[in-house]
C-alpha cells in the first residue's frame, strides 16, 4: 500500500518535471474586447512553478462562467496581462502535496483564490467583502490551461459522488447560488423566485426543490423555460409575464437592471430580492412608492466564503445534483464563452483541457 503511494507520487513528480520542460497549452486573454473579434488565444506557455503555501494541479474540467465573459470583453477592469481564465478548475495535485491534501488528491477551486486574512471584513468572518482578495482566473491564472497553481488553504476535496464533468459548474455557478439563496434567507417551503435560468438557477432550483419550496421562474429563453419545468418549477414564464402569486424571495441571475425590478415588482412586502451578478448594466429608475416600500429589500451577492463551498458541495453530494453540461475541449475556449454569452446552451459549459 505504502510502495503503491510513493510509486504513484513518483509518477506524478516525474509527470509534473516533463510537463515543465515542454509547457502546456493554455487560453490567454491577449486584448479584453469582444469575444468575436478578441478571442483569446490559444497557446503554449510555461506551466505554473510550485510556490510556498500552494499546490500544483493537472487540471481535469474547467467551468465556464458568465464573470470570465465579462472579464474576457473588458466589462471588468483588466488586472493583468496574458490572463488565463477560468475559476471553477476540478483539479488533481501533483506538486506541494502534504498530509492533509496529498498528491493524486481531486479538488475544486472556486473564484475566490485567497483572502488577506487580516482585513475588517475577514477578522468579523465576511470573507467574501476581503479589502485585498485573489480571484482564479482574474488576478491570478486561473483554469483554461493543462496546469494551474491554487492556494493550499483554498481548494476543497471533491465527494467522490461527483465526477469531474458535473462537479465544475458546481464551483462557482453552483456555489454563489448557494450563496444566493443565503443572502435572500430563503426558509423552507417559501415562494421563491429565479429570474434568468442559466447555469446558476439551474442548481439552484434543485437546492431549493429539496427545501420543499415553491419555484416560480422567469427566462426569456425557451430552451431555459423548458429545461426549468423539467427541473420541477411551478411556474414558468417569460421575462414580459409575472409570476402569479407574490413571492417571499427572488434571486436574479440575468446581468440586466430591467430584471431586478421585475424581480422587485412580484414581492410581497417585506420580501428580499438578492442580485446575483457581478456586472449589471444599470438599474432603471423605479417606483419606490409601489416597488421598495413594505420593507422589501435589495441586496447584491458579492463573491463567497470558503464555507458556502464546503456547505454546498455537501448539499450537492446529498441531494445527488447533477448539472446539465455540454463540454468544450480547450481549443474551443472562446466557443465555449460565445455559447454562454448568446444563452446557447442549457445548464453550463465545461472545458475538458
Ligand atoms: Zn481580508
Ligand atoms: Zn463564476
Not at 465556464?64 to 471553477?88: F, K, M
Not at 468572518?125 to 482566473?137: K, M, R, V, Y
Request: with cysteine; aromatic share 6%.
Amino acid at each position: 500500500m505504502r510502495s503503491g503511494s510513493a510509486r504513484r507520487a513518483r509518477l506524478l513528480e516525474y509527470s509534473r518535471s516533463i510537463s515543465r520542460t515542454v509547457g502546456m497549452k493554455a487560453a490567454s486573454l491577449v486584448s479584453p474586447g469582444e469575444i468575436s473579434t478578441h478571442p483569446l488565444r490559444i497557446e503554449e506557455v510555461p506551466p505554473p512553478d510550485l510556490t510556498p503555501g500552494h499546490v500544483v494541479l493537472r487540471v481535469r474540467a474547467c467551468g465556464v462562467c458568465r464573470t470570465d465573459l465579462h472579464i474576457v470583453e473588458g466589462e471588468l477592469p483588466r488586472r493583468r496581462e496574458n490572463l488565463i481564465p477560468g475559476h471553477q478548475i476540478v483539479a488533481e495535485i501533483i506538486g506541494g502535496g502534504r498530509p492533509d491534501l496529498p498528491l493524486g488528491m481531486r479538488v475544486g477551486v472556486c473564484w475566490m483564490g485567497g483572502v488577506d486574512g487580516t482585513c475588517w471584513y475577514c477578522q468579523q468572518g465576511f470573507e467574501n467583502l476581503c479589502d485585498s482578495p485573489t480571484f482564479t482566473g482574474y488576478t491570478v491564472q486561473g483554469g483554461y490551461a493543462e496546469r494551474a497553481l491554487a492556494r493550499a488553504d483554498f481548494v476543497f476535496p471533491l465527494p467522490e459522488s461527483l465526477d469531474d464533468l458535473h462537479a465544475a459548474p458546481l464551483l462557482c455557478a453552483g456555489i454563489i447560488g448557494f450563496r444566493s439563496l443565503r443572502v435572500a434567507e430563503v426558509g423552507r417551503g417559501e415562494r421563491v423566485g429565479l429570474f434568468g435560468f442559466g447555469a446558476s438557477a439551474h442548481l439552484a432550483i434543485e437546492v431549493l426543490k429539496s427545501w420543499k419550496c415553491a419555484v416560480y421562474v422567469s427566462s426569456r429563453g425557451e430552451s431555459h423555460r423548458r429545461l426549468a419545468a423539467s427541473l420541477g418549477a411551478d411556474w414558468v414564464g417569460n421575462e414580459h409575464e409575472q409570476p402569479p402569486v407574490e413571492l417571499d424571495r427572488a434571486i436574479t441571475f440575468a446581468p440586466s437592471g430591467d430584471v431586478v425590478v421585475a424581480a422587485l415588482a412580484s414581492l410581497r412586502k417585506g420580501g428580499v430580492v438578492a442580485i446575483n451578478a457581478i456586472h449589471l448594466d444599470r438599474i432603471p429608475q423605479f417606483d419606490y412608492d409601489r416597488l421598495l416600500w413594505g420593507e422589501r429589500q435589495l441586496r447584491s451577492v458579492a463573491n463567497m466564503t470558503r464555507a458556502d463551498a464546503r456547505d454546498f458541495l455537501e448539499v450537492a453530494a446529498k441531494i445527488g445534483l447533477k448539472p446539465k453540461v455540454t463540454v468544450f475541449s480547450l481549443p474551443q475556449a472562446n466557443e465555449a464563452l460565445t455559447a454562454v454569452k448568446n444563452d446557447a446552451i442549457d445548464g453550463a459549459a465545461v472545458i475538458v483541457p
